[in-house]
């Protein structure tokens, strides 16, 4: 990583709170490998995330080394990026609360993902309702300029870019850059305290619904069977719950609002193959339900069967992935404490 520290930065996460599943390939990950040419990455598997809901402790051991496995099979290169565990690095949640201390309570109340997550539970722990203050820490920590992330992180990525304006302002000029001398004066020019993130999301593919109830993002978590497809299903599986797939009445194959199920299928035909809606809609013409199912459930196997085979192969080494993951936290620690130290200097905290 050391010749690129010039190229922009990227940073992205993903729980390990269940098994990675379409819409996580096709709204985020599959857009990682590609940016390492073009920027400097950072790529977290965020565990203290994932404990916002409950966690069997074994699952969430087995799964943080699952989603690593599926980093590298998407072409993640920890020669070329910086991979860890989140809970690794203990700046992450120190961050947190230093933002949280930041961040107004209206602004955590109009979270839409909390509020849906929050809506049907009898009793919400607090993590839940902190969670984007989190994801603000894991951003901002690390100065990063871009976040490739599906539809639904927009919100979270919006609150993380307030929190880093509203600091800057209230902190800058307490924090003087660099002397610099410019014509015969020396200045010292305030440095921000962090970079202001932008959101990275695919024009197609960023929002995945669920093959069962259309008007719901397909999620790693959905309790209904055959609404997600995974990563590691094979490929009679995915098969099986493409064929399966709610579609709408009627039979005319068309992208649009009122036939969601359709339009899933023809959102999902478009991530992978690269080609426009409305092409995908006119070779369906004269044609039924059954042929856009068969064939998109041939195209999510073709796109899906190299990353599991790739997947499957990686996990055998326990090793190895434990190693990657040490190497990762030990130079991701490093970089924390950079803007750790810049943070609590300017906070006023003694060194
Ligand atoms: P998570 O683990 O829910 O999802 C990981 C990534 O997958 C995207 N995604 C989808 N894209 C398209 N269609 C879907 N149905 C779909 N479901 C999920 C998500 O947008 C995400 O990009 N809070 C984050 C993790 C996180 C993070 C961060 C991301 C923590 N810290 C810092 C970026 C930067 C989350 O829960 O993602």
Known sequence: MGASAKKPIVLSGIQPSGNLMLGNYLGALRSWAGLQQTHECIYCIVDLHAITVPQDPA??????RETLAIYLASGIDPRKSLIFVQSQVPEHAELAWILGCHTW???L???TQFKDKSAKKKSVGAGLFFY???????????????VPVGHDQKQHIELARDIAIRMNGMYAEKFPGPSQVTQNKEVKEALPLFVVPEPFIPAVGARI????????????????????????????????????AVTDSGTEIAYTGEKPGVKNLISI????????????????????YGHLKAETAEI???????LREKFKGLLADRG??????????????????????????????LA
């Open 59 to 64: 699952e969430l051991r087995a799964r943080t």
């Open 105 to 107: 309570l209206g602004e």
């Open 109 to 111: 109340e109009r979270m």
């Open 132 to 146: 984007p203050v989190l994801m603000a820490a894991d951003i901002l920590l690390y100065q990063a300029n871009l």
């Open 209 to 244: 619904m669920s093959l069962q109830e259309p008007t719901a993002k397909m999620s790693k978590s959905d309790p209904i069977p055959n609404a997600t497809v995974f990563l590691g299903d094979s490929d009679d599986e995915i098969s099986r719950k493409i064929k399966k």
């Open 269 to 288: 035909q478009s991530a992978i193959t690269g080609k426009a809606p409305d092409e995908i809609v006119a070779s369906y013409a004269g044609k039924q």
């Open 300 to 306: 999510v196997v073709e796109c899906i069967r190299p």
């Open 320 to 349: 190895e992935l434990d190693r990657i993951l040490k190497k990762g936290a030990d130079a991701a620690r490093v970089r924390a404490a950079k803007t750790m130290e810049h943070v609590k200097e300017a906070l006023g905290f």
